[in-house]
């Protein structure tokens, strides 16, 4: 028998409190679903649809050309043509416009001759990502226009940009695996969070103290159902990226098994300490909400990790979610070697056994 007849009753048990309340199974669901529907389709650092103000001083050949595939290009939307730095003050200043580019009366002489000819480009820092990924946008037409006008010139320096593992930056490629460490992340924390918590508002929590199980047995009982639906949600996600989205996955199918199971467990860990301290159900929601906002924000999923400060780093670096999306986007897109994911699940474990051990200490304390 996998499990003595007093834990698998109390396992059964934390199964049934799951699943028996018709709120809670909602939750299980449809929160996931719109999630997954929300940062694979809404939340996106692409840049569409942009507005663009344009003042051509120079209005010769190669300008009007240059005009041409500015506005032909993917990500504008619309061109606004001003005739004085004036309007393009006020096309900012009224957020009419994200960019605005502006063109040198000397442009078309100049690349003409074969020299440098610089645009002014002007973007909003209000929005400061947009605007600097729509600026990157304008420095790549700027730069391939140049390449093809002056391939014959001397000084033609034409750059050939190729993107590895994600050769058209998909970006649902890089979200959509993050996805399973994410979701799983927040529903089993707060699964397990609910669990001691619950039995206390309840009244029920006295039964256990004189129930036959021992205080790890309680423990472990509070800690696998969550585990268990958090790896089906985790699974789910990567299923999703695989023949949802047409992600690639080329990498060990079973070594990310492993470390969706290890990173579950320091999370779950997690959300039983914040259940032990926690006398109400609402308290335990405000302590994961707490504790999964900065753990989200500090993973490198939104951010990259290495713009942070060096003491922010240090701390991203020994959280169990950087860990394993890192593994799971290496799995996902470049076959990530056997040593590389186990030496991002070796601070996972260690993470886990100590959140483990202290979960273990708190919840033995309340028993007793």
Known sequence: MLFPPALKAQIIKEFLCILRDKKTRIILIAPPILQLLIFSY???LDVKNVSVTLFNQDNGYYSEQFVRQVANANFVKHVDNVHSYRQVQQ???????????????????SVARGENSEIQVIADGRRANSAQIAKGYIESISRSFLSTVNAGQKNANPVTIRHWFNSNLNYQWFVVPGLSGILSLVTTMMLTALSIARERELGTFEQLL?????SGEIIIAKVIPPLIVGFCLGNVMIAAGIFIFNVPFIGSFWWLQLALFV????????????????????????????????????????????NMPQSLQY??????????????????????????????????????????????????????
């Open 42 to 44: 809404a939340i996106t």
């Open 91 to 109: 096309q900012i200043n009224l957020r009419e416009s994200l960019i605005a580019v502006i063109i040198p009366a000397d442009f078309s002489k």
């Open 210 to 214: 004189v129930s036959p199980c021992s």
């Open 263 to 306: 990173f579950l467990i320091s999370v779950a860990s997690m959300g039983l300490m914040i259940s032990a301290v926690s006398n109400t159900q609402q308290q335990a929601i405000l302590g994961c909400f707490a504790a999964v906002v900065p753990l989200i924000l500090m993973s490198g999923f939104s951010t990259p990790v290495a």
């Open 315 to 368: 701390i991203a670096n020994w959280l169990p979610i950087q860990h394993y999306l890192l593994i799971v986007q290496g799995v996902f897109m470049k076959a990530l070697p056997a040593e590389e994911i186990i030496a991002h699940t070796i601070p996972m474990v260690i993470v886990a056994i100590v959140s483990l051990f202290t979960a273990t200490l708190l919840v033995r304390t309340k028993l007793q």
